[in-house]
């Protein structure tokens, strides 16, 4: 009984210093990210929808400039543009310009919130909207983010967010409903 004492408090031990070194290894990633004050890199975007025989594929750029404004120019197959930016997106498609405010528009936060506050480090955002699960090293890493809030999960079940040191790679969300969108990252462009 002694040994079985002994080997519960060893395993809870080891289970609280890898909780710590994991939550001290996402404090040193988000200090990454929070330095980082503009990037402009590719983009490969499919959406794998339920109702398409095949994913939907585009390309483009990705645009950040701190703290808060992220620009996704869509190039191909059709050029558009969506701009986050102090609490609003801004799409413009086939000559139209449409302004909205993400508070308006509560199904979309996840998807706004976990690229905004990944990119500017910002730990605390993140933790406000889901639960989120850090893996890996610093030179390798990956974001599990899930939804805190009943009706976000009835959105969004799942995003992973996979970066190497202060860079997203990829980005694969899964919805409540099964459809999934995975972003691939390039390197970074020229500004």
Excluded: C
Aim: glycine share 6%; proline share 5%; net charge negative.
């Amino acid at each position: 009984m002694r040994k079985i004492v002994h080997f519960a408090m060893l395993l809870g031990l080891l289970i609280a210093v890898s909780v710590r070194a994991a939550d001290s290894d996402l404090d040193r990633l988000m200090a990454l990210l929070a330095a980082r004050v503009h990037g402009h890199v590719s983009f490969v975007e499919e959406d794998d929808l339920a109702v398409l025989n095949r994913p939907v594929r585009s390309s483009g750029e990705l645009i950040y400039d701190r703290p808060d404004r992220l620009e996704k120019r869509t190039l191909a197959p059709h050029p558009a543009s969506l701009i986050l930016e102090h609490g609003s997106i801004t799409i413009q498609s086939h000559g139209h310009e449409h302004v909205l405010a993400l508070r308006d528009y509560p199904q979309v936060a996840p998807f706004v919130e976990s690229l905004r506050a990944t990119l500017a480090g910002d730990r605390q955002a993140l933790e406000q909207v889901f639960q989120v699960t850090f893996a890996g090293t610093l030179e390798r890493w990956t974001l599990t983010l899930i939804p805190s809030d009943a009706k976000l999960k009835s959105v969004a079940q799942l995003i992973h967010i996979d970066g190497e040191r202060d860079e997203l790679r990829s980005v694969n969300i899964t919805l409540a409903d099964g459809d999934r969108t995975i972003m691939t990252i390039g390197s970074s462009l020229p500004p």
